[in-house]
């Protein structure tokens, strides 16, 4: 199963045997013979990388290693040094006298 996990993370050419119609049309004088019948040609398709897979897989197979975030890249929480409390008491702070509001313009597509 690795190797094959290990090969679908390639994007990788295969070899694919695809139907068509082939129509033939004798004419002969005022008949028309009209034949159908199926063949096969071979056809190079690229296939792509599944990444998406291979993420599920690792993870649930070896949980310990893949699931969630690597020890040394965790971010640790830091006490509370008032920024946050600056910047919510800046995001309150109203326009000062001096600057006119513009009004409110109504709309003429609103429900009445």
């Not at 946050?84 to 609103?110: W, Y």
């Amino acid at each position: 199963m690795e190797n094959e996990l290990f090969e679908s993370c390639k994007t990788r050419t295969v070899t694919v045997k695809k139907p068509f119609k082939l129509k033939t049309v004798k004419v002969d004088g005022k008949k028309r013979l009209e034949e159908e019948r199926i063949e096969y040609a071979e056809e190079q398709v690229v296939v792509p990388a599944n990444v998406t897979a291979q993420i599920f897989w690792l993870k649930n197979r070896r949980p310990d290693k893949w699931a969630g975030v690597p020890e040394g890249t965790r971010v640790e929480e830091h006490d509370d040094d008032g920024l946050l409390d600056a910047l919510n008491a800046a995001a309150d702070l109203s326009p000062p006298d001096d600057v006119e509001m513009l009004p409110e313009e109504e709309d003429d597509n609103a429900e009445k």
